[in-house]
C-alpha cells in the first residue's frame, strides 16, 4: 500500500530511487496506471464523504476563513487513513541545509587558501636542483709561463650538485719592465662547474704534480680535502670548499729526497678516525727509494722514513696501493718493473717495532710465494719493461686485475694469484688504456692508440675479457699524445672519447691525410658500441689538448666534458692556457656523423638522432 501511495503522489518526469532511470517512452504509460490505481484506492476507501476525500480532512477552496486562517498543507502532511504521519526530520534538514552549504564552502575555501600558501612558502623556501644551463663556456686563465704537469681534477666544493673543476699552472710574472726579473708562480684555481667563474684561488711555493680531492674520513662527505703534489718537496691539503690551507708537510722531513710521485691514500693506520697517507721520494745523488707515512689529520710523519734499494732501468711505476680480496694491503712500484712491499712491513720499520695494528696483519698467501729465495721484503710481480701501470676492477670479483703496458703490447694479471689472464703483442702503444664497456658482457674494454705511420694514429678497442682486437680505426693526427676519456650509461654502456685531426670524405677513402685540412685543427670525437660504424664529430679546437676529463651531473644524468688547452706562439712557445667545459647530451644532439663505412641496413640521421636523445650518463663503477 505504501508503494502505491508513494507511486500515485510521483510528480511526471521525477525519477525515484526505487524506480532506476527515467524513460520517457514509458511515461505516458505509468501515468495512466497510477490514475488508475488511485481512483482504485478511493474508491475502497468509500469514495468522496461530504466534500472530503479519503486521503484526508481537506478544507473547501471555498471557504474564506479557511483560506485565510489556514497554512497551506505540505504534501509531508498529506498521509492516508490508518497510516501514521513521517516525522518532520526532513523538514529541519532542508531548513539547515543552506547554513551547513555556507560551512562546507568556507572550509573548503579555507584549505585551499592554506594549500596554496603553503605551496608557495616551499617554493621560495626550499630551492630547485641548479640546472646546468651552460651547454658550453670557455675560460681564459692567462700566458702559460711553465709546465702543465697536473691533471684536471673534479670535485663539487660548494655543494650546489655540479662538480667543479681544479687545476694548477704556471705563469711568469715581470718584476721590472722589459721582463728582467721574471719568476714563474704557481696557483691553485677552482673553476665553478656551472659557468667557469673562479670560486677562489691559492698560491703555490711551487709547481704541482698532481691533485686529488677525497674525503679522509670514511663515511663523511662535510669536509672534502684536496691534496696537491709539488715537483720537489711541497705535500699541503687545502679545503675545497675555501680553499685555504689545512696542513703542509714540513720539506725537511724529506732529507735530500724530492717527490717521485703524487701522494697515496692509506688506511688508517694512527687509529685517529682519519685516512693517513704515503708519499715516495727519490735521492738526488743515488737511486734510494723513500717511503714517508704521513698523518691525514696533521700532516706530520708516523715514524721514520723507510728506504729501499732498487735495482732497474725505465720509467718510474707507482706507487699504488693494491687490496687484496682477504684484506691485504701492498704497495706497487719499480723502474721499469712491478714490485711489491706489504704496508705492514713499512709500518713496522717505520715504527721501529715488531707489531703492527690488526688491520695490517693479513698475508696474501698467492702474493708471499713470489717472494725472493732470500726472503726479502720485495715481491716480484712483473719485470718485462713495463711502461704504466694501472689497476681495473675485475667482474665479479672484490679484487682488481693489474693492466701493464709494456713496450711490446699489454698484459692484464689475475689480482688474486698475479698470473697473466691474457697477453696482447701490439706495437707503438705509450699512452694510458682507458677503461669502458664495448661489449656485453660486462667485462672492462680497453680504448689504445698506437702509432700508425706518419701524422697517423690508430684507435683500437680490446676486450678485456679475452685480449682480442674488437674495433679499430686509422685516423689523422698529427699531435703525439692526445688524452683519451670514456663515459658510462645508464644502459651500462660507454661512449669513448679522443681526439683527431678532420675525417673528410679524402681521408675516409684513402690511407694518407692528404685530403684532410691543414694541421692544426683538432676534432673531438665520440664512439658508441651500438654505431661501430659511426663517429660523431661533437667540437673543435686549434689549441694543444693537455688534459681532460669527464664528470657526471648526477642530477640532470648528463655528463660534461672538461679539456685544458695551450696556444703556441709563431717561435713554437706556450701562451695561453684555457680551460673548457662541453654538455656531452647537447653536443650529441648538435653533433656532426661521420660515416667510417656504409652498411646494411643504412643507418639514418634520425634514427640516430632518437636514439642519442635517450641516453643517461651515470658514475663510473669502476676504479682505476
Not at 521525477?14 to 488508475?36: I, V
Not at 608557495?120 to 675560460?139: E, K, Q, T, V, Y
Not at 691514500?265 to 743515488?286: F, H, S, T
Not at 681521408?507 to 694541421?519: F, I, K, Q, R, V
Request: aromatic share 6%; glycine share 8%.
Amino acid at each position: 500500500m505504501a508503494t502505491v501511495l508513494s507511486r500515485a503522489l510521483k510528480l511526471p518526469g521525477k525519477k525515484s530511487p526505487d524506480l532506476g532511470e527515467y524513460d520517457p517512452l514509458t511515461q505516458a504509460d505509468s501515468d495512466e496506471s497510477e490514475d488508475d490505481l488511485v481512483l482504485n484506492l478511493q474508491q475502497k476507501n468509500g469514495g468522496v464523504k461530504n466534500g472530503k476525500s479519503a486521503l484526508g480532512d481537506l478544507p473547501e477552496p471555498d471557504s474564506d476563513a479557511d483560506v485565510a486562517g489556514a497554512a497551506k498543507p505540505h504534501l509531508s502532511e498529506v498521509t492516508p487513513e490508518g497510516f501514521p504521519s513521517e516525522p518532520l526530520g526532513g523538514l529541519e534538514q532542508k531548513a539547515t541545509s543552506p547554513l551547513v552549504s555556507y560551512v562546507r564552502t568556507s572550509v573548503f575555501l579555507l584549505t585551499l587558501v592554506i594549500s596554496m600558501v603553503l605551496v608557495l612558502l616551499c617554493a621560495f623556501l626550499i630551492p630547485c636542483p641548479p640546472r646546468d644551463l651552460h651547454s658550453a663556456w670557455s675560460r681564459r686563465l692567462g700566458s702559460q709561463g711553465g709546465g702543465d704537469l697536473s691533471p684536471l681534477e673534479l670535485a663539487d666544493v660548494n655543494r650546489d650538485g655540479l662538480r667543479d673543476v681544479l687545476l694548477t699552472f704556471v705563469t711568469t710574472r715581470n718584476g721590472t719592465e722589459g721582463g728582467v726579473g721574471s719568476q714563474p708562480t704557481a696557483d691553485l684555481v677552482c673553476l665553478s662547474g656551472m659557468n667557469g667563474s673562479t670560486l677562489w684561488s691559492s698560491p703555490l711555493p711551487e709547481e704541482a704534480q698532481d691533485v686529488t680531492c677525497l674525503d679522509l674520513i670514511p663515511g663523511s662527505v662535510a669536509k672534502t680535502i684536496c691534496l696537491v703534489t709539488g715537483t720537489r718537496k711541497m705535500l699541503s691539503a687545502f679545503n675545497a670548499t675555501s680553499g685555504k690551507v689545512l696542513w703542509t708537510l714540513n720539506p725537511n722531513h724529506l732529507s735530500n729526497g724530492t717527490l717521485a710521485a703524487p701522494v697515496v691514500v692509506l688506511p688508517d693506520l694512527d687509529e685517529d678516525g682519519v685516512r693517513d697517507l704515503v708519499v715516495l721520494a727519490i735521492g738526488e745523488l743515488q737511486p734510494d727509494l723513500c717511503f714517508l707515512l704521513v698523518s691525514g689529520r696533521t700532516g706530520s710523519p708516523v715514524g721514520r722514513p723507510v728506504k729501499y734499494n732498487i735495482v732497474g732501468v725505465g720509467n718510474l711505476i707507482g706507487p699504488q696501493v693494491y687490496i687484496t680480496a682477504s684484506g691485504a694491503v701492498y704497495i706497487l712500484f719499480g723502474f721499469g718493473n712491478i714490485q711489491a712491499v706489504a704496508l705492514r712491513d713499512i709500518f713496522v720499520q717505520a715504527q721501529n717495532r715488531d707489531s703492527s695494528p690488526p688491520s695490517l696483519q693479513i698475508e696474501e698467501p698467492e702474493w708471499e710465494k713470489h717472494r725472493s729465495v732470500n726472503l726479502s721484503e720485495l715481491i716480484d710481480v712483473y719485470s718485462d719493461g713495463v711502461e704504466l701501470l694501472q689497476l681495473v676492477k675485475a667482474p665479479d670479483s672484490n679484487s682488481s686485475s693489474l693492466l701493464i703496458t709494456t713496450r711490446q703490447g699489454l698484459v692484464l694479471l689475475r689480482g688474486q694469484d698475479l698470473m697473466p689472464h691474457w697477453k696482447l703483442n701490439l706495437q707503438g702503444l705509450r699512452s694510458q688504456p682507458t677503461p669502458g664497456y664495448f661489449t656485453d658482457d660486462q667485462t672492462l674494454d680497453f680504448l689504445l692508440q698506437t702509432q700508425d705511420g706518419d701524422g697517423m694514429k690508430k684507435m683500437t678497442v680490446v676486450d678485456g675479457g679475452s685480449g682480442s682486437i674488437v674495433w679499430s680505426y686509422s685516423i689523422p693526427c698529427h699531435m703525439k699524445e692526445t688524452p683519451t676519456t670514456s663515459a658510462i650509461t645508464s644502459d651500462q654502456k660507454s661512449v669513448f672519447l679522443f681526439w683527431a685531426e678532420a675525417l673528410t670524405a679524402a681521408s675516409l677513402s684513402s690511407d694518407d691525410s692528404s685530403g684532410a685540412e691543414p694541421p692544426g685543427l683538432y676534432h673531438l670525437y665520440l664512439l658508441h658500441p651500438a654505431f661501430p660504424s659511426i663517429l660523431l664529430d661533437l667540437s673543435n679546437t686549434t689549441g694543444i689538448v693537455t688534459a681532460s676529463e669527464v664528470g657526471i651531473n648526477d642530477i640532470w644524468k648528463d655528463a660534461f666534458y672538461v679539456t685544458r688547452t695551450t696556444g703556441m706562439s709563431p717561435e713554437g712557445h706556450p701562451t695561453s692556457l684555457v680551460v673548457s667545459k662541453l654538455s656531452l647530451r647537447w653536443a650529441l644532439m648538435e653533433g656532426q656523423m661521420v660515416q667510417l663505412k656504409e652498411t646494411t641496413p643504412k643507418i639514418g640521421r634520425g634514427e640516430l638522432r632518437r636514439f642519442l636523445s635517450r641516453i643517461k650518463f651515470v658514475d663510473s663503477p669502476y676504479q682505476i
